[in-house]
């Protein structure tokens, strides 16, 4: 899986803003390659979660996953993460502090498996 670098650096950019809450979106991408961060409406970016209302999240099949921040030095997913994970797409960001570069992200798929994450410069 691919991210494009002005992605990635709005990812770290923006879970550095709202820390120490966290930071959530859905991702729009073009096969493997993840181009963009929508921000949902309704969604609550709190100290320990962050919530998507799912109902509002548009048809549109260029959203292939999601992404979250954690205002803490893991990115092992949660078990609630891991069911939405199932829900929401086939590729799945977590964001972890201190949000400096792509090894405080990491990739899994719907299933909780962690993927390859590279940066493209597209």
Avoid at 98 to 104: A, K
Wanted: charged share 20%; net charge neutral.
């Amino acid at each position: 899986m691919y991210i494009k670098k002005d992605t990635l650096n709005f990812i770290l950019g923006v879970s550095g803003r709202v820390y120490p809450n966290e930071f959530g979106g859905m991702l729009r991408g073009e096969k493997d390659i993840i181009t963009e961060v929508l921000i949902i409406p309704g969604t609550t970016f709190g100290d320990s979660f962050t919530s998507t209302p799912l109902y509002m999240i548009p048809i549109d099949y260029s959203i292939i996953g999601s992404v979250h921040s954690h205002p803490s030095s893991s990115f092992t997913p949660s078990r609630e993460d891991l069911i939405f994970f199932g829900k929401t797409g086939r590729v799945h960001l977590i964001a972890r502090y201190p949000y400096r570069d792509i090894n405080d992200l990491a990739a899994y798929n719907r299933n909780g498996e962690r993927m390859l994450l590279q940066i493209i410069n597209k």
